[in-house]
Structure formats: structure tokens, C-alpha cells
């Protein structure tokens, strides 16, 4: 099993920034790839950014304003989002992947709320 703790959400205006945190623990060993996914009130959850071995991706709504990065000494994955909009306000999750065997683990989800 792996248990993810994200932090660093909250209240911003528009144009500004936050930077999220997602701490990885337990069975970290199998993990191939970790993300973002966000998902707004009545909406699907939808894709942020992942990062793997083989690099990062991106959805076409956040490019050239977020950047996801990992601490893999600290088993612990970023999201700096610069320039933040309110359409960006969300509840943020952190996905942890085992390729391998198809799993993906979830965090508890912070939120992001940005006012105009």
C-alpha cells in the first residue's frame, strides 16, 4: 500500500501563485509515475501533469503555467502553478501509478480556490 498526504492549497486571486506538495509513503518501491489530477463541482476529475522516468506531461489548460517536479529523496511530488485563473479552481489530487500491476493510489485532495 502507498499513503499520500498533500498540502499547500488554498485561497489566492488571480495571477498569483501556490505551490502544492504530495508526500509519498509505504510501498513506494513499485511507483512508476506520479501526478495531478483536479476536479471542479459538478465536473469530471481530470488530468494536471504527471511525471515519470521518461519525463513530464501536461494538459493543454495548464502548460507554460504549471510545472510539476519530484524530490525522489523525499519520495515527494510538486505542482508549481504560476499565473492561476479561476477556472482553475479545484480540488487537486495526487496520483501515485504501479505500472506493473495497474494500480494507482489517491490522496485525499487539497483545494484550490482562486478568486478574480
Known amino acids: 500500500q502507498v499513503q499520500l498526504v498533500e498540502s499547500g492549497g488554498g485561497l489566492v486571486q488571480a495571477g498569483g501563485s501556490l505551490r502544492l506538495s504530495c508526500a509519498a509513503s509505504g510501498s513506494i518501491f513499485g511507483i512508476s509515475g506520479m501526478g495531478w489530477y483536479r476536479q471542479a463541482p459538478g465536473k469530471q476529475r481530470d488530468l494536471v501533469a504527471t511525471?515519470?522516468?521518461?519525463?513530464?506531461n501536461y494538459a493543454d489548460s495548464v502548460k507554460g503555467r504549471f510545472t510539476i517536479s519530484r524530490d525522489n529523496a523525499k519520495n515527494t511530488v510538486f505542482l508549481q502553478m504560476n499565473s492561476l485563473k479561476p477556472e482553475d479552481t479545484a480540488v487537486y489530487y495526487c496520483v501515485a501509478t504501479e505500472a506493473l500491476v495497474g494500480l494507482d493510489y489517491w490522496g485525499q485532495g487539497t483545494q484550490v480556490t482562486v478568486s478574480s
Open positions: 511525471i515519470t522516468s521518461g519525463g513530464t
